[in-house]
C-alpha cells in the first residue's frame, strides 16, 4: 500500500500491549518520551533504509531524511510523505508543541520543530523505541 490509500488500523489496549514492549506501549500508546541517546533508539545509525512505525509498519522515515540534531534522538526533516504523519497540539508543557504521529495506527512519534536544517526547516524528534529499521 501506499501512504495515499493505507487502512487506518485500530487496536484494542490490550492488543497493544501484547504488539509492543512495555517502553514502545509507553511511547506509542501513552505519548510518553524515551530517554535520549537511548541504546538502540537510531539516533546514530547512519545506515540507509527505510524507518517504519512499530505499530503498523507504515513506512515513516527515510534514512536520506535523516541528520544528526546532537538532541540524543533520530531527527529527520521530512516524513517519506506527508500523508503518512498526522499532528496535533501538545500542552503537556509550559509552551505548545507540536506531537507527530503515525497516521495509519495513531501511535505517538514525537514531536516537530521548526528549527531544523534546509530545506524545510523542520526537525521532526522521535522516539526510535516507536520505529523498526529496514536496511536498504
Known sequence: MTATNRTKITRTTAEWKALLTPEQFYVARQEGTE??????????????????????????????????????????????????????TDFKLLYPRTEVHCATCGSHQGHVFKDGPAPTGLRYCINGVVLKFIPA
Do not use: M
Open 35 to 88: 530517554r535520549p541517546f537511548s541504546p538502540g533508539n537510531f539516533h546514530d545509525n547512519k545506515k540507509k533504509g527505510i524507518y517504519a512505525c512499530v505499530g503498523c509498519n507504515t513506512p515513516l522515515w527515510s534514512s536520506a531524511h535523516k541528520y544528526d540534531s546532537g538532541t540524543g534522538w533520530p531527527s529527520f526533516w521530512q516524513p517519506v510523505d506527508e500523508k503518512v504523519v498526522a499532528t496535533t
